[in-house]
């Protein structure tokens, strides 16, 4: 199986290689890397490296090195195949099945050309016309045959354009006189006009058209799509230069023409077919990169037509595609994007990520628009990016979270810029470990980051993002705007959605506690949740088993098992991980290092609620009382016949304190049972002597009451700032 290099590129360049390693050994941010003991040979001085900017990891000690494919075939033992499948499962870029598409084309004999004697046609029929037409006050005579006005008119005045590099710009009016002048609207969807136009005559030079660029006018080689789009880049920005109206266009925005350099900037000028005749021999890879379309009727034309032009560049600094904006704001859509194509994958591409890391960025700010990410950059913030049209991805935040722990969302304060917000967030939660913070900036009076730049300078900017609300604030501050909080039923809902967004959050994340207790506390809560809970069920039996207290916990609140708390514990306390002796690990039998599950617990009752839960989840009623009737009339009758008597009672004791989560509680019944299992294991084992797993218990028996001292000291930490 052959897999195009650009694919192994764009995998390797946006794996989470800190990730894929730390699963393998504990790194520690150190400058600008991560380092950590080598995964390879077992060192005890950390002199293993990851370069989270590169994707690539190297030893000092023994020398191991490479990226995220050879990581998984040298440590993970998987063929090439296999981890470019892993690879493309946790990237979401797509390996190819069958044929291989690469970024070569065939690249075809180009059209003869008129020469500078040849005479065009000086006026357009109406057949030939594109759909929208110039004003009629525009001198007819300055239409090309393929209906391409090349002039301009303003405040009464024809200029002709000129695509000659000599041409000297003294004859053109000031450019404050382009403010007034009426660009031309076009339907992108209608129908092509049935021309049978060659070049026009800007577009010849003698008896050849005009190379800008020195490509290569041989159809014999095959094309590549890298080359060609560079090309199209440098041409765009070509034109830019002998557009002033275009020029204008971002001088006004206050760009100046450094950063016109820096971004690539450009302009795709008003002609149907101007990339083709600029390209003639290119017209394969030009439909390959969706840039030439192809009408109802069959003639091609061209995508981007009067449109001031952003490419987009990869991690390379590539460029994979381009972004044309409308110059009349009337003209819908007002962005168009290049489509998916070989190299462009939008969901992949960040706008302005290649730029802020040559400016070595260190903290990053996810933006709504093209502009915003120029205007941040020439102020001197550099890190601001933008997605391509869509919602950013779970696996971008999650490479911009490694760069820096820290990341900024700055989103429109208008209801579609709000939506988008709390999408994002939604998106981030899976990968919000507790040493990473999510910041929301919404800017005032309908600010965006280029206008409010523009209004406010640059380090009034600065201060913004710096006091941007994290992440705990903006949930509450959304839902509290959505929610009646002067009544108890808008409390239950807000809190209910927000036990919901935790659960998105990674295995063993503290913020999800933590979150939950604090919009708690906000709602008015005196006191811990987790200290009611007890409270409750001291008030209504206190003579109930540990096992009988979770099964009404596990009635009460079924979806403490849509994450099993076994498994979460066990992760949590390391266990699933255990670091044994070799001779132990060896000698061990592979039933004795399997995790903990709710039938080794020997608890009839408890596995038969377990289990019964776990089957009919998906088919609850929302009501808690009602769920829970559905779940007893589903278990055993014995299992049945002694909740029955109890959970009436239970419930009503909760209800009444306004209980609304027992996630704490659960944790804590489930941590005491594991205990207990684990001691009377060790017991059986010093009576009938199996010194192997006896150290396998012993070891994990230590973990689990190491990790539930931390728990403890951490709860009275927060106990303390609370009262405090």
């Known amino acids: 199986m052959s897999i195009p290099n650009h694919i192994l590129e764009q995998l390797n360049s946006q794996a989470d290689l800190v990730s894929i390693i730390g699963r393998h050994t504990t790194l520690k941010r150190a400058g600008g890397e991560f380092k950590g003991c080598c995964p390879f040979h077992g060192e005890k001085s950390p002199s293993f490296y990851v370069n989270p900017q590169k994707n690539m990891y190297h030893c000092f000690g023994c020398g191991a090195s490479g990226n995220a494919i050879s990581f998984f075939r040298d440590y993970e033992s998987l063929t090439f195949i296999e981890a470019v499948n892993e690879l493309s499962k946790q990237t979401g870029i797509e390996v190819p099945k069958e044929e291989q598409q690469n970024v070569s084309y065939q690249r075809s004999a180009p059209k ?77 969807d209608s129908e092509y006009p049935d021309d049978t136009s060659y070049p026009p005559a800007w577009l010849s030079d003698s008896d050849e058209t005009i190379n800008l660029h020195g490509m290569d006018n041989s159809a014999d080689a095959d094309g590549n799509l890298y080359d060609l789009l560079e090309q199209i880049q440098q041409f765009y920005q070509h034109s830019l230069t002998t557009h002033p109206h275009a020029k204008h266009y971002f001088l006004s925005r206050g760009i100046t023409e450094d950063t016109f350099e820096t971004f690539g900037l450009g302009y795709a000028p008003f002609g149907w077919q101007h990339l083709e005749h600029q390209f003639p021999q290119d017209i394969e890879g030009l439909k390959a990169l969706g840039l030439v379309r192809q009408s109802e009727s069959g003639r091609d034309y061209d995508l981007l037509r009067d449109r001031v032009i952003f490419p987009i560049r990869d991690n390379q600094g590539r460029t994979i595609g381009f972004g044309g904006r409308a110059l009349d704001d009337e003209v819908k859509p007002k962005y168009i994007n290049s489509s998916d194509s070989p190299v462009f994958h939008k969901q992949h591409v960040l706008y302005g990520y290649y730029e802020s890391r040559q400016q070595r960025a260190n903290d990053w700010l996810v933006v709504e628009g093209y502009m915003d990410v120029i205007a941040l950059y020439q102020a001197g913030i550099y890190g601001a990016v933008a997605s391509m049209g869509t919602a950013i991805n779970e696996s971008q935040i999650s490479r911009l979270l490694t760069l820096n722990p820290t990341l900024t969302l700055s989103f ?64 509450f501050a959304y839902l509290s705007e959505r929610y009646d909080l002067t009544l108890v039923e808008g409390k239950a809902k807000l809190m209910s959605q927000v036990r919901a967004l935790t659960m998105a959050l990674p295995k063993g994340s503290s913020f999800k506690y933590l979150l939950n207790n604090d919009v708690y506390q906000k709602l008015g809560g005196k006191r811990s949740q987790n200290v009611e809970a007890k409270d409750a069920l001291l008030d209504f039996d206190g003579d109930m088993t540990i096992s009988q207290q979770l099964q009404l916990c596990f009635l009460f609140q079924p979806r403490a098992l849509l994450e099993d708390p076994i498994e979460s514990i066990w992760q949590q306390a390391g266990i699933s991980d255990l ?50 009737h559905f779940i007893l009339s589903n278990v055993q009758p014995v299992t049945q016949e002694t909740l029955s008597r109890s959970w009436s009672g239970f419930y009503k004791t909760l209800t009444a304190r306004n209980i609304l989560s027992l996630d704490e509680l659960v944790e804590n019944l489930v941590m005491q049972l594991l205990k207990l299992h684990l001691q009377k294991k060790m017991q059986d084992l010093i009576k009938n002597p199996d010194h192997i797993k006896l150290a396998i218990v012993r070891k994990q028996s230590q973990l689990l009451n190491d990790w539930l001292r931390a728990q403890q000291a951490e709860q009275s930490a927060q106990m303390t700032t609370v009262k405090s």
């Open 412 to 475: 429109d304060g208008d209801s579609a810029g709000q939506k988008a917000a709390w999408r994002t967030l939604e998106v981030a939660l899976p990968v919000l470990a507790d040493d990473k913070e999510l910041r929301f900036l919404t800017l005032p009076n309908n600010h965006d980051p280029d206008t409010f730049i523009k209004s406010q300078g640059g380090d009034a900017m600065r201060a913004q993002i710096t006091n941007a609300m994290p992440l705990s604030q903006y949930i």
């Open 112 to 188: 003869p050309a008129f020469s500078k004697t040849t005479k065009p046609k000086t006026t357009a029929s109406k057949s030939s016309a594109p759909p929208s037409m110039p004003s009629p006050a525009v001198d007819q005579s300055n239409l090309s045959q393929n209906g391409t006005d090349h002039s301009s008119v303003v405040q009464g005045h024809v200029v002709q354009a000129s695509y000659d590099d000599a041409h000297s710009y003294d004859d053109y009016p000031p450019l404050e006189a382009y403010d007034s002048a009426p660009y031309p609207t076009d339907g992108y």
């Open 579 to 628: 670091q044994l002796p070799a001779h132990i690990k060896q000698k061990a039998a592979s039933d004795t290092l399997r995790p903990l599950a709710w039938e080794d617990l020997q608890d009839t009752d408890l596995l038969d609620i377990v289990s019964t839960i776990k089957r009919c989840l998906r088919y609850l009623p929302t009501d808690a009382n009602a769920a829970a």
